[in-house]
């Protein structure tokens, strides 16, 4: 159970680097600069990091469990780890960015 639980402790920090690429690239899309590199512009590589954080940290914060029994009960219980919320919070927000960004640029008059 420690190593399940040591584990979960890092994601925030992993969700914290992985956040690295897409926050490049927004700064760089709202600066009018897109990054050099062509893998920071990769939609896999922008959108798989966002989606990698997101969903690890959600991972390590919500347990589900179903308890059998006469009616069975679906037990959710969210770990309060502010670190991993923030992390999500920052993906979801990063999310949007790129979600508006997309129709912003695929939209617009030419």
Known sequence: MSNQSSS???WPLWGFFLLIIP????IGALAGHPPIWALLQNPIVVLGSLAVAALGNLWSLVHVELLRGNPPILRIDIAGNLRGMMVIAFAGLLGS???GYA???NFTRR
């Open 23 to 26: 926050t490049t690239f927004v």
């Open 8 to 10: 979960a402790s890092r």
């Open 103 to 105: 129709f912003v640029e």
């Open 97 to 99: 960015l790129l979600l």
